[in-house]
């Protein structure tokens, strides 16, 4: 069923009703032509466990994205409490964005960043519209845990946090 009313909030509204919900923060990068490119992602989650794939929605205004695409695959960084330097940097839109950032090569040859908490890299499956973002579905090829005593940086109304579990 197609439902064309226009909703009763605008896009500020619902922003900050969706900042509510915590989100982890990721570093999606890929290595195209010109070198490495990577850009901040909240928008990330786990799809399938057969075959294994996961998903990410970069803005399609992003000017790091076409660069990833035509790559043919990325990696999930995903940032640790003490990385909100490294979200920031790459949330922005400066030209070279791995300066002074440690990375090896993942499976792919896409970029895993030093000190992140965990890693998945993957070839893109496949690409949809979705509003101003695009959905991207990407097979895992290879992932590790970086640093498993580390918290993960967490984003929430609007600012960075963390999440602090009981020791086992």
Same mark, same amino acid.
């Given at each position: 069923m197609d439902d064309a009313r226009p909703p009763t909030f605008d896009s500020a509204e619902f922003?900050?009703?969706?900042?509510?919900?915590p989100t982890g923060v990721t570093v999606v990068t890929g290595v195209s032509g010109d070198g490495p490119a990577g850009l901040a992602?909240?928008?990330?989650? /786990?799809? *399938?466990?057969? %075959?294994?794939?996961?998903?990410?929605?970069?803005?399609? /205004?992003? *000017?790091?994205? %076409?660069s990833i695409a035509a790559s043919g695959s990325f990696c999930v960084n995903v940032l640790a409490e003490d990385q909100a330097d490294l979200s920031a940097r790459f949330a922005g839109r400066d030209p070279d964005k791995f300066a002074g950032v440690s990375w090896s090569a993942g499976p792919t040859g896409s970029p895993v960043i030093d000190?992140?908490?965990?890693?998945?890299?993957c070839t893109i499956e496949s690409v949809h519209e979705g509003g101003d973002h695009w959905i991207v579905v990407g097979r895992v090829s290879g992932l590790g845990v970086g640093r498993p005593e580390a918290a993960p940086l967490i984003f929430f109304k609007g600012s960075y946090g963390s999440l602090r579990l009981p020791p086992d």
């Open positions: 922003r900050r009703v969706l900042g509510h919900y992602i909240g928008s990330f989650g /786990s799809v *399938s466990l057969e %075959p294994p794939l996961v998903m990410f929605c970069p803005g399609t /205004s992003s *000017s790091s994205w %076409p000190g992140c908490l965990a890693w998945i890299d």
